[in-house]
């Protein structure tokens, strides 16, 4: 595979937990996903194993794609000529560090029981709610601006050409 589809389908997993890019990955829709999902669980395997480290205290310190050797091969092509068909391969490494748990670490729930909904009478809300002091008081109001032009339509992943 190209490194430039892995290194797109890669993106955004550096500085996170182990279980929390398993997740994304097996929920990706690139191909390159599989493959660096297999990747992450060998390396979490011999990090655990040779290390004697501890699963769940571990992230993706760092994770980058390399070009490996292209395999060129020749498709014949109008007039008796050539074109070259380039087999592209990649190095992918996954550097994983430990980070113990803290104030600093999100804790991982997969199904969070839902928080219990504060049953408030109206007339009880009224009464707690106080005006601030001053003589020019108004509520604060958002304005949101619409988007213009088209949003993110049309925006180009990879540009060959300079613009």
């Known amino acids: 595979m190209s490194p430039r589809k892995v290194r ?3 993106g955004g997993l550096r500085n996170k937990w182990v279980f929390e890019a398993e997740e994304i990955l097996t929920h990706r829709t690139r191909r390159a996903s ?3 999902l297999k990747l992450l669980g060998s390396a979490t395997a011999n990090a655990v194993k040779n290390k004697k480290l501890n699963k769940e205290d571990l992230f ?3 994770i980058f ?3 490996g050797p292209i395999f060129s091969k020749y498709m014949p092509r109008a007039r008796g000529s050539a074109a070259e068909i380039q087999k592209k391969t990649s190095h992918v490494t996954i550097i994983l560090g430990e980070r113990k748990a803290g104030p600093g670490r999100k804790s991982f729930v997969p199904f969070s029981p839902k928080e219990e909904v504060k049953q408030v009478d109206a007339a009880e ?3 707690s709610h106080k005006k601030p002091e001053g003589k020019n008081y108004a509520p604060k109001v958002e304005k949101v601006q619409p988007k213009k032009g088209f949003g993110n339509f049309g925006k180009r992943i990879f540009s060959r050409k300079a613009i």
């Open 8 to 10: 797109a389908a890669s």
């Open 65 to 67: 794609v390399d070009g």
């Open 125 to 127: 809300e009224k009464s």
């Open 34 to 36: 599989a493959p660096l």
């Open 60 to 62: 993706i310190s760092d």
